[in-house]
């Protein structure tokens, strides 16, 4: 599967479970929506991955990555109720970089 850079950095960074490298994927001034909250900027979107990877140790294996929309879906597994699960994580992008992540 061809994914963007990011998105491939992203990946690497969840399964590493590496709050730094995951949040130097995003803008400063980025916003992850995910459970029904929202994340805003590096510094909130850092500690909010941090926490999660703590709690769940959620791994990503990405199924299929759709360039026109700017979505993948990718399956989950970690330490969560009802694990593996299958997501969609659609995304803006700003430069290189991610800009807005929802997750679904």
């Known amino acids: 599967m061809n994914l963007p850079k990011v998105i491939a950095d992203l990946v690497k960074a ?3 479970f590496d ?3 995951y949040a130097n994927c995003f803008t400063e001034t980025a ?3 995910d459970e029904r909250k929202t994340y805003t900027g590096k ?3 850092k500690n909010w991955i941090a ?3 703590k709690e769940y140790q959620v791994t990503m294996k990405p ?3 759709l360039e026109t929309e700017q979505r993948l ?3 989950i597994t970690g330490t969560f109720p009802g694990s593996p699960l299958v997501l969609t994580y659609h995304y803006e992008f700003k430069g290189e ?4 992540l929802e997750i679904v």
Request: proline share 0%.
């Open 43 to 45: 510094a909130e979107i």
């Open 51 to 53: 926490k999660a990877n």
């Open 19 to 21: 709050s730094t490298a």
């Open 97 to 100: 970089l991610i800009q807005s």
């Open 14 to 16: 969840q399964d590493d």
């Open 63 to 65: 199924l299929e990555y």
């Open 73 to 75: 879906k990718a399956e």
């Open 31 to 33: 916003v992850v929506f």
